[in-house]
Nanobody, 113 residues
Framework: QVQLVESGGGLVQPGGSLRLSCVVSGSIFNSMSWYRQFPGKRRDLFATITTNGLVYYTNPVKDRFTISRDMTKNTVYLQMDSLKPDDTAVYYC?????????WGQGTQVTVSS
């Protein structure tokens, strides 16, 4: 079974930074994405790293967020800088669409002064 465990969220001031981690159980080699879910909304994909190491971002996070991975640790990372209140959401990881694994618990990111 593959399990996804997100961590690293918390409360941060606008302009601050957080680094999220997504531990993927086992040693699965897949293109991975970060998703976030705003209250009352469906999950939105905003960053992807392919099996070849190519990265893609949606415009709201472009130039502020960085996705990376360490395959030796079965972990995908998300470095978030210059955080804005609009970034407040629950953050999840999974494969790029269509998601292949059961969703994890996600990690809450709250950006507020």
């Amino acid at each position: 079974q593959v399990q996804l465990v997100e961590s690293g969220g918390g409360l941060v001031q606008p302009g601050g930074s957080l680094r999220l981690s997504c531990v993927v159980s086992g040693s699965i080699f897949n293109s991975m994405s970060w998703y976030r879910q705003f209250p009352g909304k469906r999950r939105d994909l905003f960053a992807t790293i392919t099996t070849n190491g190519l990265v893609y971002y949606t415009n709201p996070v472009k130039d502020r967020f960085t996705i990376s991975r360490d395959m030796t640790k079965n972990t995908v990372y998300l470095q978030m800088d210059s955080l804005k209140p609009d970034d407040t959401a629950v953050y999840y990881c999974n494969t790029r669409p269509p998601p292949q694994y059961d969703w994890g618990q996600g990690t809450q990111v709250t950006v507020s002064s």
